[in-house]
């Protein structure tokens, strides 16, 4: 296969095979999110303004479009999947208390928690409401399913935060559950709603879910980054209590005495501490981790989820479909925010 990463791409490059079929979705997102209510009205339109790279949405149709091709049912789908996932970031930053989202304020911050939970209540209505349109079950159980799966590993994290830290087990099965899952359900919804086979929906989500672990992985690297420009505050998942790969592995590797002080630091920063440096507590985890390998070791388990994926997709023929998929999963693995 000829090789397509030798320069970065954009995800503008990457959709170009779906691009009419894209902005049908963004149109249909948008009419799924209009009110006349006039506070759901202002918040609905700051979050479409303040929309994401929609990698989820992309799944959905390259999915569909891989198999037999994109119908009405995949451009719902894929409106359907969007507002979930939406809907549980609305959710979490008011449980994780996350300043910011995308580089701007939470609607938490602009609208406060009880806003918040109520917009997010809102728009999983509106799922309900769009998946009872589609009028496919197996779609419904796939949708329905992740939202259990989004749940679960949102508790999942704050029963491990009880204690900060887990080991490298617990926090695979969590991001499966937050993450892995949902990448996983746009590809078999996606590939569901255009008819496919047993054979080609087992392989995308496959395919979907190595891809989504390989992503969050990427994500949990980008706290111990120096850069401006990844959307989000650097070591927020310490503050927040969260013990990431980076770090469960550096822990591992140290001596018990040298684990010992990270962990105590580490909590001083998530119990929020008057009396200590954030900055140099903060540096001292980020060289810590560097010190013992800890961001090498958790790429190297991107490439492993990596390679899954790509095996996932041998099941089908070499097309420029199968090639963007797979440029997305090289994206997803190389961006930098």
């Known amino acids: 296969m000829r090789r397509f990463f030798e320069t ?75 507002l979930l996932h939406t809907a549980s970031l609305v959710h979490d930053d008011v449980v994780d208390s996350s300043p910011k989202r995308r580089g701007v304020d939470a609607i938490q911050v602009r609208w406060g928690n009880k806003a918040a939970i109520l917009l997010g209540d809102y728009m999983l209505s509106r799922v309900i409401n769009i998946v009872a349109n589609i009028r496919n079950i197996k779609i419904l159980n796939i949708i329905s399913d992740l939202g259990s799966s989004l749940a679960s590993g949102e508790l999942l994290q704050l029963h491990a935060n009880s204690s900060m830290w887990i080991e490298e087990e617990q926090y695979y099965h969590v991001i499966e559950n937050k993450t892995a899952k949902l990448f996983a359900a746009c590809m078999e919804a996606g590939a569901e709603s255009s008819c496919a086979s047993m054979r080609q929906i087992t392989a995308l989500r496959t395919f979907g879910l190595h891809l989504g672990m390989c992503f969050q992985i990427k994500d949990d690297i980008f706290d111990y980054s120096d850069s401006e420009d990844i959307g989000k505050p650097t070591m927020n998942d310490i503050r927040d209590g969260k013990a990431t790969l980076p770090l469960i592995i550096a822990l591992k ?85």
Request: glycine content about 2%; aromatic content about 8%; charged content about 30%.
């Open 253 to 337: 590797r140290a001596s018990k005495e040298e684990a010992e002080h990270i962990r105590s630091i580490a909590e001083e920063l998530a119990n929020h501490s008057q009396h200590i440096n954030k900055d140099i507590i903060e540096q001292e985890i980020k060289s810590f981790v560097l010190r013992f390998d800890g961001i090498r070791y958790a790429y190297q388990q991107i490439k492993w989820h990596q390679k899954r994926a790509i095996e996932a997709l041998q099941v089908f023929h070499d097309s420029p479909i199968k090639q963007h998929l797979l440029m997305l999963l090289e994206y997803a693995i190389n961006r930098i925010q």
């Open 8 to 82: 970065m791409l954009s995800i503008n490059e990457i959709r170009r095979p779906i691009e009419e079929d894209f902005h049908i979705f963004e149109r249909s997102y948008e009419a799924a999110l209009k009110s006349e209510n006039p506070l759901l009205h202002d918040m609905l339109t700051y979050l479409i303004a303040k929309r994401g790279k929609q990698i989820r949405p992309l799944l959905t149709l390259f999915a569909a479009k891989i198999c037999h091709g994109i119908t009405d049912k995949t451009i719902q789908t894929a409106v359907a999947l969007e």
